[in-house]
C-alpha cells in the first residue's frame, strides 16, 4: 500500500455537505482519499427532484439505491428502480433520475475517477451561494456553464 494513501472508515453522513436545490448531497470520499480513483456521494432526493436528462464523458457512474423508488432513463431504455437496485452509466451515456416517492429517496453514487463529479457539486453550489438563490434568472445559464467546464452535457 502505497504509504500516503492511509486506510479510513467514514460513518454515514460524515463529508462535505451540498444542498443543490431540494436535494442534499454528502461526499463521503472523494479522490484525495484513494489516489484519484473514485468518488462516493450520497444522496437525498425528495419526491419530485433529481438529475434532467444529461451526459459526461470523463466518468463513469454507479447508482445504488438505498431508499425510494425512482425512474431512471439509461440512454433510451426507462428503469423503474427501487431498494436494493444498483445500475452502471458508462461515460458519454445519456441518464436522468427522479425520486418518484411517496417516500424520500436515498441512493450512493459512484463516479471513477474521482474528483470531477464532486468538484462540480462544488461549484454549483457555491455559484448558487453567491448568486443568493438558485432561481435568479440566468442561474441555469451558469449552472450549464459550470458543466460544460467539466465535460457535462444536460440534453434537456
Do not use: W
Not at 4 to 11: I, S, T
Not at 87 to 105: D, N
Amino acid at each position: 500500500m502505497n504509504p500516503a494513501v492511509q486506510a479510513r472508515h467514514f460513518p454515514p453522513r460524515e463529508g462535505t455537505v451540498y444542498q443543490i436545490g431540494r436535494m442534499t448531497m454528502t461526499f463521503t470520499t472523494t479522490a484525495e482519499h484513494n489516489q484519484g480513483g473514485y468518488t462516493l456521494c450520497e444522496a437525498i432526493e425528495p419526491p419530485q427532484s433529481g438529475a434532467g436528462l444529461h451526459r459526461h464523458p470523463t466518468y463513469d457512474e454507479t447508482f445504488i439505491i438505498c431508499e425510494g423508488h425512482y425512474d431512471f432513463q439509461l440512454d433510451d431504455k426507462m428503469l423503474k428502480l427501487g431498494t436494493g437496485d444498483t445500475v452502471f452509466v458508462p461515460r458519454g451515456t445519456p441518464h436522468s433520475f427522479i425520486c418518484i416517492g411517496p417516500e424520500v429517496g436515498r441512493q450512493f453514487i459512484i463516479s471513477s475517477p474521482g474528483g470531477i463529479f464532486d468538484a462540480f457539486i462544488a461549484e454549483v453550489a457555491t455559484s448558487m451561494v453567491d448568486s443568493g438563490s438558485p432561481s435568479k434568472p440566468g442561474a441555469a445559464t451558469d449552472f450549464r456553464a459550470i458543466a460544460a467546464k467539466y465535460g457535462m452535457q444536460f440534453l434537456s
